[in-house]
């Protein structure tokens, strides 16, 4: 049985370094999530009409706005772009796509569809952004994030053919039964075990695992087959499958009895994609039960945009200076709609810009905390998207959930929501790290070309019924730069540096944050550079209280 450091090299045979550095997270090999009680409670009319001018209207700045809005500050956001949510970014038909590396898409699909081209799912446990659904009224609904029919495929395995998440889950786990309840037998743990637990671990394995007494017998393994009593499993014991991996023959009426496939081999089920597509729902991030807004993941931003108005929400306003002015702030930008430079000036300034992009921009931020900005760097992450007719529903079972395959494109995720439409939205590759940067370095044409080879590959036949495709690589993305930026983990120094103001100034983002590349990460930034600013502005200690939502 692998252990968690076993299965990071898995990964990062898979994914690459950034891949595995997901995936450690995610196993709790590095630092978890910040704890998060509520939104702080600020005092209503502590902030007196103070101002502060705050840069970027992604997660971070828009929920620091509001929450130093509610306490009586004055707040100004100012974002480069002609919309709100930084990388949370919903496509729709229409869309205009232009990036860093001079390409232009315009999205294609039919009135209705959409595309999550940043975040695409919400952790129950991410209760910073699900708070904010709740207090807007945003409707969800589940996603479902794993399905048992979705499919595992890699050119060296298998033939080349694709198999089910379910045979690769419990062909595994018999396998690993039958092989634990011989090194039991065989003493292998008597050190360990008592008699009377080495019998009862042999009776869970035999129903965990759904191990036969025979070579040839196969036994139901449904959920109604409890262990049975210790000591009463006599003999070798073996896995010789399951229905739980899949059926044969499916059960009918009269003569038609279920059977099960034949297990694959262990030396299959051990290949890195198998092992990381039938894992990847376990990480922490990626439990059931998800969650998504209905009709697109900007349904978040555009909620908090409302409450703020269009008198604190500047859009198209591209920062061009950052500067100390006496006690407080200047800061210059473009009207992107007129081309003119206009001026806010404010007693603090919160910088939520990612710190790829802010350090482009000309600023007066002491050189310690210059030089932290100037060395970050960010990971990368890639997604494509096609409008098709819902083949994987018809013909697959997939209702929902991801399949991978060992290239570029890593994961096709499919959409769980309006099943059984005619047609629905397929992304066909979503990948990060190295994958993301060799997938991204192809042509656009090639590109599209090669998404629609890891779909024939997984569904052979209906890669030619995708349509509309639209790709983001977060690396070309104007104003974002990448994906995420582990600062934590990059740069301990740095990332306390820039968690403490700098005179006037005061920094939050996903970067600042133990989350990573989530909604929750900017949001818990942002609410403790606004607890941070909030105190020194009343010259006290922070606000711990939190207010219901």
Same mark, same amino acid.
């Given at each position: 049985?692998?252990?968690?450091?076993?299965?990071?090299?898995?990964?990062?045979?898979?994914?690459?370094?950034?891949?595995?550095?997901?995936?450690?997270?995610?196993?709790?090999?590095?630092?978890?999530?910040?704890?998060?009680?509520?939104?702080?409670?600020?005092?209503?009319?502590?902030?007196?009409?103070?101002?502060?001018?705050?840069?970027?209207?992604?997660?971070?700045?828009?929920?620091?706005?509001?929450?130093?809005?509610?306490?009586?500050?004055?707040?100004?956001?100012?974002?480069?772009?002609? +919309?709100?949510?930084?990388?949370?970014?919903?496509?729709?038909?229409?869309?205009?796509?232009?990036?860093?590396?001079?390409?232009?898409?315009?999205?294609?699909?039919?009135?209705?569809?959409?595309?999550?081209?940043?975040?695409?799912?919400?952790?129950?446990?991410?209760?910073?952004?699900?708070?904010?659904?709740?207090?807007?009224?945003?409707?969800?609904?589940?996603?479902?994030?794993?399905?048992?029919?979705?499919?595992?495929?890699?050119?060296?395995?298998?033939?080349?053919?694709?198999?089910?998440?379910?045979?690769?889950?419990?062909?595994?786990?018999?396998?690993?039964?039958?092989?634990?309840?011989?090194?039991?037998?065989?003493?292998?743990?008597?050190?360990?075990?008592?008699?009377?637990? +080495?019998?009862?671990?042999?009776?869970?394995?035999?129903?965990?695992?759904?191990?036969?007494?025979?070579?040839?017998?196969?036994?139901?393994?449904?959920?109604?087959?409890? &262990?049975?009593?210790?000591?009463?499993?006599?003999?070798?014991?073996?896995?010789?499958?399951?229905?739980?991996?899949?059926?044969?023959?499916?059960?009918?009426?009269?003569?038609?009895?279920?059977?099960?496939?034949? &297990?694959?081999?262990?030396?299959?089920?051990?290949?890195?994609?198998?092992?990381?597509?039938?894992?990847?729902?376990?990480?922490?991030?990626? @439990?059931?039960?998800?969650? @998504?807004?209905?009709?697109?993941?900007?349904?978040?931003?555009?909620?908090?945009?409302?409450?703020?108005?269009?008198?604190?929400?500047?859009?198209?306003?591209?920062?061009?200076?950052?500067?100390?002015?006496?006690?407080?702030?200047?800061?210059?930008?473009?009207?992107?709609?007129?081309?003119?430079?206009?001026?806010?000036?404010?007693?603090?300034?919160?910088?939520?810009?990612?710190?790829?992009?802010?350090?482009?921009?000309?600023?007066?931020?002491?050189?310690?905390?210059?030089?932290?900005?100037?060395?970050?760097?960010?990971?990368?992450?890639?997604?494509?998207?096609? @409008?098709?007719?819902?083949?994987?529903?018809?013909?697959?079972?997939?209702?929902?959930?991801?399949?991978?395959?060992?290239?570029?494109?890593?994961?096709?995720?499919?959409?769980?929501?309006?099943?059984?439409?005619?047609?629905?939205?397929?992304?066909?590759?979503?990948?990060?790290?190295?994958?993301?940067?060799?997938?991204?370095?192809?042509?656009?044409?090639?590109?599209?070309?090669?998404?629609?080879?890891?779909?024939?590959?997984?569904?052979?036949?209906?890669?030619?019924?995708?349509?509309?495709?639209?790709?983001?690589?977060?690396?070309?993305?104007?104003?974002?730069?990448?994906?995420?930026?582990?600062?934590?983990?990059?740069? &301990?120094?740095?990332?306390?540096?820039?968690?403490?103001?700098?005179?006037?100034?005061?920094?939050?983002?996903?970067?600042?944050?133990?989350?990573?590349?989530?909604?929750?990460?900017?949001?818990?930034?942002?609410?403790?550079?606004?607890?941070?600013?909030?105190?020194?502005?009343?010259?006290?200690?922070?606000?711990?209280?939190?207010?219901?939502?």
């Amino acid at each position: 049985m692998s252990t968690r450091r076993e299965l990071l090299m898995r990964v990062a045979g898979v994914t690459g370094a950034a891949g595995m550095y997901t995936a450690a997270r995610a196993l709790g090999l590095m630092e978890g999530e910040e704890a998060w009680a509520g939104p702080p409670a600020l005092t209503p009319g502590s902030g007196k009409g103070a101002k502060v001018v705050i840069l970027g209207a992604g997660m971070a700045g828009l929920s620091a706005a509001y929450e130093l809005g509610k306490a009586g500050y004055s707040c100004t956001v100012l974002e480069a772009r002609g +919309r709100t949510g930084g990388r949370n970014y919903t496509m729709r038909g229409g869309d205009v796509l232009e990036m860093t590396d001079g390409t232009r898409q315009v999205c294609s699909f039919d009135k209705g569809h959409y595309f999550n081209a940043g975040p695409a799912r919400l952790p129950s446990h991410h209760q910073a952004t699900l708070g904010y659904c709740r207090e807007f009224g945003v409707p969800m609904e589940v996603l479902v994030n794993h399905s048992e029919s979705a499919l595992i495929q890699a050119d060296d395995m298998n033939g080349g053919k694709p198999i089910q998440m379910r045979q690769a889950s419990f062909d595994t786990r018999g396998h690993v039964a039958e092989l634990l309840a011989k090194a039991v037998r065989g003493g292998g743990l008597d050190a360990e075990l008592t008699k009377d637990d +080495r019998d009862r671990l042999i009776s869970t394995l035999a129903s965990w695992g759904a191990l036969a007494t025979g070579r040839d017998a196969v036994v139901s393994a449904n959920a109604r087959d409890l &262990p049975a009593a210790a000591g009463s499993v006599k003999g070798p014991l073996y896995y010789n499958g399951s229905v739980a991996s899949g059926y044969a023959t499916y059960p009918g009426a009269g003569d038609e009895v279920a059977s099960a496939r034949k &297990p694959l081999p262990l030396d299959t089920l051990m290949h890195p994609t198998v092992l990381l597509g039938s894992r990847f729902h376990e990480f922490i991030d990626m @439990q059931a039960t998800m969650q @998504q807004p209905v009709g697109g993941m900007d349904a978040i931003p555009r909620a908090l945009e409302a409450k703020l108005g269009p008198t604190v929400v500047r859009k198209n306003c591209e920062v061009t200076r950052i500067a100390r002015h006496g006690a407080g702030v200047a800061v210059s930008y473009r009207d992107k709609a007129t081309g003119k430079t206009k001026r806010v000036e404010a007693e603090y300034c919160l910088v939520t810009i990612p710190l790829k992009v802010l350090s482009a921009i000309p600023s007066d931020f002491s050189p310690d905390r210059k030089a932290a900005i100037d060395k970050a760097t960010y990971n990368s992450a890639i997604k494509i998207a096609f @409008q098709s007719p819902r083949f994987w529903e018809a013909k697959d079972q997939i209702y929902g959930g991801l399949s991978f395959t060992a290239r570029d494109t890593l994961i096709t995720w499919y959409p769980s929501h309006e099943l059984h439409a005619r047609e629905g939205v397929l992304v066909a590759g979503y990948s990060f790290g190295e994958l993301a940067d060799r997938f991204a370095a192809l042509p656009l044409a090639e590109r599209i070309a090669y998404a629609r080879g890891s779909v024939e590959r997984l569904h052979p036949g209906h890669s030619a019924s995708l349509k509309a495709p639209i790709t983001v690589s977060w690396k070309s993305v104007p104003y974002s730069l990448g994906i995420e930026c582990p600062l934590a983990e990059q740069d &301990p120094a740095s990332y306390a540096l820039l968690g403490e103001a700098d005179g006037p100034f005061y920094f939050a983002g996903e970067h600042l944050s133990h989350v990573g590349a989530w909604q929750q990460g900017a949001i818990v930034s942002g609410h403790r550079a606004a607890v941070m600013l909030d105190a020194r502005h009343r010259q006290g200690a922070p606000v711990a209280d939190v207010r219901s939502q």
